[in-house]
């Protein structure tokens, strides 16, 4: 570092992109709200700030310890550290002018001062969805959350990829005919692990908890049950008291939703029933979620959920019960770059650069508001320097045409067009380079963020 | 409040928007995207948080004051309080990785504890573009930046607006030639404030500076120059002592950038050299911009800012000039907000209700997956409502149309159509009535966020 100056750092633990690598980033972003967008979510942009008191009303433990809370003048103030205690609150506090069902989206940071370690991060974005009943809301709602993840995926590129679907009824109806009533919240947590530890492990940890070893066999072979996800079903209704108890209630609902998944187009390949899937969180009542890339287990779940009775119970008596689901976009951007997954063309951020060779740039100018009229993004070389520096500019930037403006060119309205991907270079009246330009960006446009030639190798 | 309940609220001084306004403000950044985007400026995203010796390397005086700034664990921690800081960091710290010239834009939170006031905010969002050159940066960038900015906002809606510009370089000189080069920073902190004082004010504060009567009267009268951008840089001309100094410098720079803002198409109605914009900060070397609505002064700038010589003087030894805008785009939202500038339609999160009236909802999930193939935003109500609620939420939502789907509609595979605008119920294929709503939508597409017809009255 040279004397006097501050060295410039970023913050460990806090993702900061390079350009292009930020375009990816962009188009991921762009994708997800266009996607929800067309299941007629609300977007929402609730503060990064918010009061201590609120924002913490639930929390204790772990979040306690990770949050950034700090006090300016006499406020006790945290940043938020999820985007369900701010929906909570935003809920609570707007009820009486709010519609409901209430559908809202928010992509946005929040920040946990988690141990830094390679791929986890202390700002990070969350992609949430969530659906808001008043009083109730239909399971099929719960059908609905899966379609919006597999629309999502596929449109970003991803095709090989599993939502896993639970009901948490279905486990706790089960621990109850087991009678581990007590115990089931504590046995979901250690069925939750079981991608993670041993089939041995799982069993010293289900008899610590004090169940008996032929119970621990019990459960470990149910949630072992396999099969197509009729199979499942016709598995789990011999299982069935028929008292329409909670295994049986989880049952119905777990069988509706899979059917109503079905009919949004979802294919079979894409989700299935996994009876190991618990999610740690007492929060979830009924269906629960997480989605794992096939070939890479290892990864563990990139977007999890579920449903849940009481939203907002911390603020108001008003039972809000939802379902939701969230992606941990910063932590899958870094899997997908480290995976190579991302396509890399589409980083660059123009479609043309016009390098001018003249003294005069006004005809340049002009040409390029033509070609933003037109849709086409261009950036305009300005300075002067040589010319394998304003070429080798577009070479660095990717950017894959280039239009070359002389005395001779501007004399007959004509461009000098180069392809810098073919190398070939026309001399053409503007109108045509422009619609070869279009043609090309048309075709280009079809390619996803996510190379699925890549995924599926 | 209930009792154990904790009220819900939100942080005075915190835009937390309802849904429907949520989507005119995201179509907003939208739109500041797509132009952007246009012109080839790469979007950057720079943490919230950062090392407080980075950010308030430069940093004194007010700004230290307002910023939040706490510690975790042993790292002092600040919110970023501006885009500009954060920028040169990223370029001082990225150098040798970018290539320049460096065009981006960044929209996003930044934060100041000022007085909580109407209208005032301490998380705001800003929309800033800079183009940042290596050593050098040609001075027709300075004619970019008002083109984006004039395309930005006529993209939202607005024509009423003036880019007023001018030259530090002009004042600076000008001052010089009243031999008054020591004092020219703070004169044109007291000739920054001409909008917002009286004549009489002006003279004082100057006199106050030291400035003799005659040179006051010549500042203003210097400052107060009308006329067409041609008449005026005619006067300027005539104040020219020809020797190549400061001001003929400015003026030459000034003439230039003029001459290529309409180059770029900017009608002369949306731009003028002002000599009384002075920009408060040192920062400003050069051409120097504000935007002002015209027949609403009392506002003042809505989006400001010029070119500066060294970018990030305070990481690096590297020379890097640059020129950018910022637009305080939460201010700017409750203006147009307060205004009732913002158009009323275009705030409904899906363009079509379907509305099921059997027990099974199959059909009715299939046709919602048909309508989003088409690009047609829909949801579903799912609830076991009465019918008036249904259509109630549907009317809340300001969802232009509903489909209707009984068990005729079904076996027909027709559905009822109704335009909840005009009231008007038809029965017709589906594929008739997604042809009929992608009409009325694309037509609906051209509306801008801003009512032009109310800014023009």
Redesign the interface.
Known sequence: M?EG???????SG???????A??Q??RIIETMRYIY???????????????S??LL?KAGGETEKQV?R????N?D?T?RFDLTVPL???V???YS???F????YQIG?V?R?EKAQKGRFR?FYQSDIDII?DG???V??D??IP?VIY?VFTHLGLRDFTIRINNRRVLSGFFNMLDLEDQAVSIMRVVDKIEKVSREELIRELEALGVATDKCQKIIEFIGIKGTNDEIIAQLKKLSTNEGGMFDEGLEQLELVI??IE???VPRENYKIDLSIARGLDYYTGTVYETTFNKHPEIGSICSGGRYDNL?E????KKLPGVGISIGLTRLFYILNEMEYLNASGSA??DV?IIPMTED??HA??I??RL?DA??????Y???KKFKNKIG?AD??A?PFVFFLGEDEIAKNQVSFKNLQTGEQVLSPLSDAIATVRACLSKAGLETVISTEKTNR
Chains 1, 2 share one sequence.
């Open positions: 040279k100056k501050i060295e410039p750092r970023t913050l806090f993702m900061e992109l390079m350009p292009g930020q375009i980033f962009d967008g067309l299941y007629g979510y609300y977007p929402l942009d609730t503060p990064i700030l918010e009061s008191e609120v009303a950034y700090f006090n300016k003048g406020t103030l940043m909570a609150k935003y609570a506090q707007n002018g709010l519609s069902p209430f559908k809202r940071k920040y001062g700002e009943g109730e809301l239909n099929i709602n059908a609905e379609s629309n059917k109503y009919a949004f187009n907002a911390f603020y108001t008596e951020p123009a650069l740039l006004s100018v002009g390029s508001a933003r849709g086409v993004k261009c950036q305009i300005f300075e002067k500019y660095k930037l950017i």
